[in-house]
T-cell receptor, first 113, second 116 residues
Framework: GENVEQHPSTLSVQEGDSAVIKCTYS??????FPWYKQELGKRPQLIID?????GEKKDQRIAVTLNKTAKHFSLHITETQPEDSAVYFCAATLYSSASKIIFGSGTRLSIRP | NAGVTQTPKFQVLKTGQSMTLQCAQDMNHEYMSWYRQDPGMGLRLIHYSVGAGITDQGEVPNGYNVSRSTTEDFPLRLLSAAPSQTSVYFC???????????????FGEGSRLTVL
């Protein structure tokens, strides 16, 4: 089955700087890689996802890159703002036949003023 | 739409007691699942269902039972609670195609369970 490793577990960056969170996955058949954001005391919510037919996807200040050969993908947040402080989770699964959606262990991102 | 609704939001149990966490969704999602969230452990899949009458085990199923008699409801039962089951539990649902999730999960607000 799928196994997802996420690093780092905590990350602190200065406001305005960039943040990068990395995940590796074990199942080479996985082709769907979503990222979820969980603010303190709230439920996780999808912020961006990528499918294996593309190498990069951007949505304003966030982007995700995928390296299928190395089986890793990353979340990039540019020009960080206080509201980016949260726990971020990556996941890997098989799109359109995903029964088990397995998450990484999460990264707690703190933005320093 | 209310989305995914979980009850109760908070519960304290004694070791050995049983209880059911309720989950209901009004989005006509066929795929539903339960996760537990522990510090430093992320979200771990307990059980999931791809439609009424169909359930399967996730990563950490021991100590939990589920059933899916309707599309809307997916209750999680703790038969004999243990302190190791102290956690925050999230129910999540998604659209399904070909009998599986299409990917984007919609989460409930969570249920915080403490077992003494």
């Amino acid at each position: 089955g799928e196994n997802v490793e996420q690093h780092p577990s905590t990350l602190s960056v200065q406001e305005g700087d960039s943040a990068v969170i990395k995940c590796t996955y074990s199942d080479s058949a996985s082709n769907y890689f979503p990222w979820y954001k969980q603010e303190l005391g709230k439920r996780p919510q999808l912020i961006i996802d990528i499918r294996s037919n593309v190498g990069e996807k951007k949505d304003q200040r966030i982007a995700v890159t995928l390296n299928k050969t190395a089986k890793h993908f990353s979340l990039h947040i540019t020009e960080t703002q206080p509201e980016d402080s949260a726990v971020y989770f990556c996941a890997a699964t098989l799109y359109s036949s995903a029964s088990k959606i397995i998450f990484g262990s999460g990264t707690r991102l703190s933005i320093r003023p | 739409n209310a989305g995914v609704t979980q009850t109760p939001k908070f519960q304290v149990l004694k070791t050995g007691q049983s209880m059911t966490l309720q989950c209901a969704q009004d989005m006509n999602h066929e795929y539903m699942s339960w996760y537990r969230q522990d510090p430093g452990m992320g979200l771990r899949l307990i059980h999931y269902s791809v439609g009424a009458g169909i359930t399967d085990q996730g990563e950490v199923p021991n100590g939990y039972n589920v059933s899916r008699s309707t599309t809307e409801d997916f209750p999680l039962r703790l038969l004999s609670a243990a302190p190791s089951q102290t956690s925050v539990y999230f129910c999540a649902s998604s659209l399904a195609r070909w009998g599986a999730s299409t990917g984007e999960l919609f989460f409930g607000e969570g249920s915080r369970l403490t077992v003494l």
